[in-house]
């Protein structure tokens, strides 16, 4: 139950407020969590619905980091461009869980889509691109996975 704590407070949210809580959090992805890709289950297990296949605004540099196996970092900087991303829905109760469950330097954050939305969504904290291969070029992560198909 949510309560409120203090004087004058009753001891539940008004039913107004409490319909204003989301029942599902948005979240774009563009890396090992898209459809097809190795951690895609890590949302499917959590509830997760595939809402779009979008981008990101022309803002974004994309980065296979130093790790292995290699992983995807994204991050709002000078000289980005769209990154192929997919928007998924997950249960509340599935976002938490799912981002409590995150490894450094996996983050996540506001991203904006192409469309001028924001939603939650992978980004990197900025100490992982040391030695970091800049992939934004290749425009997403599945296609810089297919360069040497």
């Known amino acids: 139950m949510n309560t409120l704590v203090g ?19 948005r979240v774009a992805v563009v890396g090992a969590h898209l459809s097809g890709q190795p951690l895609n289950v890590e949302l499917v297990s959590r509830g997760g619905v595939l809402v779009s296949e979008t981008a990101t605004a022309g803002a974004y540099r994309l980065f ?4 292995v196996p290699a992983k995807p970092g994204l991050v709002r900087d000078v000289g980005g461009k769209e990154v192929e991303a997919e928007v998924w829905e997950l249960p509340v109760a599935g976002f938490g869980d ?6 450094a330097p996996m983050a996540i954050g506001s991203v904006e889509l192409a469309d001028g939305t924001w939603v939650s969504g992978f980004t990197c904290e900025r100490h992982a691109l040391e030695g970091a291969e800049d992939i934004t070029a290749f425009g997403g992560w599945r296609a810089f996975l297919g360069r040497a198909e």
């Open 7 to 25: 004087p004058g407070h009753s001891d539940s949210l008004p039913a107004a407020i409490a319909r204003t809580v989301p029942d599902v959090v």
């Open 98 to 103: 799912f981002v409590a469950s995150l490894p």
């Open 64 to 67: 296979a980091l130093d790790t």
